[in-house]
């Protein structure tokens, strides 16, 4: 297993921008990574990934405005927030996935206000 950890998230205003990490404890080189959302009364839902060769994906809400990276050196994912929208309001949640591991962290509360 690995263990992650994210930072990152706080209350900011509609049409600003917060930058989410998530650090791993151990190499991430062979990982599919991703964010996930929670909103209250809602289920997870996929933000967005990367694959271990960097090929990215996007939820259709978020996608031109969230970026997602890896840096395999810092064991560290980032999902790169603009333009946030009050319905981006939720828990998110660093995911790290292989066969046979699939690792959740404890999430970061990201708050919009209108």
């Known amino acids: 297993q690995v263990q992650l950890v994210e930072s990152g998230g706080g209350l900011v205003q509609s049409g600003g921008s917060l930058r989410l990490s998530c650090a791993a404890s151990?190499?991430?080189?062979?990982?599919?990574m991703g964010w996930y959302r929670q909103a209250p009364g809602k289920e997870r839902e996929l933000v967005a990934n990367i694959n271990s060769i960097g090929s990215r994906n996007y939820a259709d809400s978020v996608k031109g405005r969230f970026t997602i990276s890896r840096d395999n050196a810092k064991n560290t994912v980032y999902l790169q927030m603009n333009s946030l929208k009050p319905e981006d309001t939720a828990v998110y949640y660093c995911?790290?996935?292989?066969?046979?591991?699939?690792?959740w962290g404890q999430g970061t509360q990201v708050t919009v206000s209108s």
């Open positions: 995911n790290a996935y292989r066969p046979n591991i699939n690792s």
């Open positions: 151990g190499s991430i080189f062979s990982f599919h």
